[in-house]
């Protein structure tokens, strides 16, 4: 059961931004299609007639309060920001597999 094709991996490389070595790219492949290939088993299984779990704890755990602080002021968050157009953050738009030129 093949999920992971060549050409679902160069896609899954255009959107993460990376770019992996043909080996890279088959270890990957084979890594990804071996997490499938479990999920498929666990599909199968058969579980009617099981309980679900039990409740959570009644404890809360390591929770902290929450407290309010100050938050990042938008020009603080701009200040970091490779582009900013107006208002917003400005990114390079994606069009097929090649980024737009003038972004």
Request: glycine share 8%; aromatic share 8%; net charge negative.
């Amino acid at each position: 059961m093949t999920v992971f094709s060549d050409r679902t991996m160069k896609r899954l490389e255009m959107l993460a931004g990376i770019q992996l070595t043909d080996e890279e790219r088959e270890s990957l492949k084979g890594d990804l299609n071996g997490i499938l290939a479990h999920f498929s088993v666990l599909q199968r299984l058969d579980v009617d007639g099981l309980l679900p779990s039990g409740p959570p704890p009644k404890e809360p755990g390591a929770w902290r309060e929450d407290a309010l602080v100050p938050s990042l002021t938008q020009e603080g968050s701009f200040e970091s920001a490779s582009r900013v157009r107006e208002e917003f953050f400005a990114v390079p738009l994606l069009r097929g597999y090649e980024l737009e030129e003038n972004w």
